[in-house]
């Protein structure tokens, strides 16, 4: 069972994943109460977390008659999987290449500014370290 890339879930699948993130952990219910859908079908919403597990996103357990849903890895892990991965794939692995396409794609506040030169600061001095 390996873990599918984010990149890969569809719509559903990732809003799932979203709200256990959020949840931390959930029964079907749970989750689908946290999305909101009232449309959405209990088993849709279960379909979308057996998938999950099988693409190794998310376990179970079982509580009473119920299985209780929660994430293998964390929202910041596997965004930062997935941007080291496009860095790899778009930026022939320079991640200078990426900070320079983003500061020329639009313009930036001072306040945004500051806060990078805050984060870099923090990381050199071994602060930003996830």
Same mark, same amino acid.
């Given at each position: 069972m390996s873990e599918k890339? $984010? +990149?890969? %879930?569809? @719509? %559903?699948?990732?809003?799932?994943l979203e709200a256990l993130w959020e949840l931390q952990e959930g029964s079907v219910h749970e989750v689908?109460?946290?999305?909101?859908?009232? !449309?959405?079908?209990? !088993?849709?919403?279960? !379909?979308? %977390?057996?998938?999950l597990e099988k693409a190794?996103? $998310? !376990?179970?357990?079982? +509580?009473?008659?119920?299985? $209780?849903?929660s994430p293998l890895k964390s929202r910041p892990h596997s965004v930062a999987a997935s941007a080291l991965k496009l $860095?790899? @794939?778009?930026?022939?692995?320079?991640p200078i290449r990426l900070f320079r396409q983003l500061l020329d794609a639009r313009s930036y506040s001072d306040a945004e500014l500051e806060e990078l030169r805050s984060l870099i600061v923090a990381k050199k001095k071994g602060k930003g370290q996830t």
């Open positions: 890339p $984010i +990149e890969e %879930l569809g @719509s %559903l699948q990732a809003s799932v689908k109460s946290k999305l909101g859908r009232a !449309t959405l079908a209990y !088993t849709t919403v279960l !379909t979308a %977390l057996q998938k190794g996103w $998310i !376990t179970h357990r079982a +509580e009473g008659r119920s299985y $209780i849903y $860095i790899k @794939s778009a930026f022939g692995g320079d």
